[in-house]
């Protein structure tokens, strides 16, 4: 079912040309997606670097906290668990 809009809008497109990019466009996207290559290429050994200190420094935190819970007598556990042992200032 065709309606005069849809036959207007038809031919509009009809009309229409191809997008031209500028001279040397896909000269100049290829160098600097490369330039992005090699700028992803130096971050990774850092990144991976960082992220596995992060984790490994997350272990020994966690490991050392369960140590110093465990040393605690079960009345301490369950006030420091709880927070009992807080100020509060009302």
Known sequence: MKTPLTDEYLKV????????PKPFFY???QASMQKN???????????AFALTLILLL????????????????P????????ELNAAFNY
């Open 58 to 73: 997350n272990i020994y935190f966690l490991r050392t906290n369960e140590t110093a819970q465990n040393n605690l007598n």
């Open 13 to 20: 497109i009809d009309g229409m040309q191809d997008a031209e």
């Open 37 to 47: 290559e090699e700028y992803f290429i130096v971050w990774k050994p850092s990144l």
């Open 75 to 82: 009345v301490q556990a369950f006030t420091n668990g709880y």
């Open 27 to 29: 000269t100049r996207l």
